[in-house]
């Protein structure tokens, strides 16, 4: 098998990416547009071909999804949301069953890099609030949203690519929940698994402060005039 000039640059150019990405050299977004531009210096790629996915819907679609977050976020719409489907919990195994199934059928609905985004911070939050570490709920996030993705054809970015993609070849439109027969069970199992595995894989980190510090030492009670402007507010 011979390779063009063309294909062996693209191999070299791939490989080189994956190798940057895996030991975080730089950030994610300027390491794949540093490949894009390598590739279009070397010949390999045209202006044309360089701007198409650019103009690409379904990017535009994901744009439309961020702001849709960004407006959830900014109402306080997650932090309710994630208050009440988390509630107090007794256990981690119970816990992560509380954040894993709404985040998972939020992520259905809303593409799952802006619902992880959003709701790192509620899960933190909480996680100090219930004494548990954080780590051992970051990981059950990010599955869980990548899980729930997998059941529509707008939770995630890789779905709308790929079914446009498969249009512009020729290939009729998936449904909307046409790949839910294979990414429902799929979910159902990973968080099955994540859930029960919990124990042994999930790491259970803290940090400094945490460790060597009691939150309650730190409380602070006053007073507060009926009159005030600060009144229900939170800090």
């Known amino acids: 098998m011979v390779f063009s ?20 050299l730089f950030s994610s977004d300027l390491v794949l547009m540093g490949a894009l531009t390598l590739l279009l210096m070397t010949g390999v790629l045209t202006p044309e071909q360089m701007l ?6 379904s990017l535009a679609t994901v744009g ?4 849709v977050t960004s407006g959830l976020v900014g109402t306080g719409v997650t ?15 119970a816990s992560l069953l509380r954040l894993m199934v709404p985040v998972a059928a939020l992520s259905a609905f ?27 709920l970051m990981i059950p996030l990010s599955y869980a949203a990548i899980l729930g993705g997998t059941c529509t054809i707008i939770g995630t970015s890789t779905n709308l690519i790929i079914n446009s993609l498969a249009m512009e070849s020729g290939i009729a439109s ?19 698994f994540t859930i029960a595995s919990n124990r042994w894989l999930l790491p259970a980190r803290q940090t400094l402060v945490s460790a060597q510090l009691d939150p309650r030492e730190y409380a602070v009670e006053m007073l507060v005039d009926p009159m005030s402007p600060i ?5």
Do not use: Y
Request: charged letters at 15%; hydrophobic letters at 55%.
């Open 110 to 136: 809303l593409n799952n890099t802006p619902v992880v985004a959003m709701m790192v911070p509620a899960v933190a939050d909480w996680a100090r609030r219930r004494n548990f570490a954080v780590s051992k």
């Open 231 to 235: 009144v229900g507010r939170t800090i």
């Open 52 to 57: 198409e996915g650019l103009s690409n819907p």
């Open 174 to 192: 998936l449904g909307f929940f046409e790949i839910a027969q294979v990414g429902l069970p799929c979910a159902l199992l990973g968080i099955a």
């Open 5 to 24: 000039d063309e294909a062996l640059i693209t191999i070299a150019v791939v490989l080189l990416t994956m190798v940057t990405l895996v030991l975080q």
């Open 79 to 93: 932090r309710r949301v994630g208050e009440w489907f988390m509630g107090r919990p007794q256990s981690l195994g």
């Open 64 to 67: 439309v999804l961020f702001v």
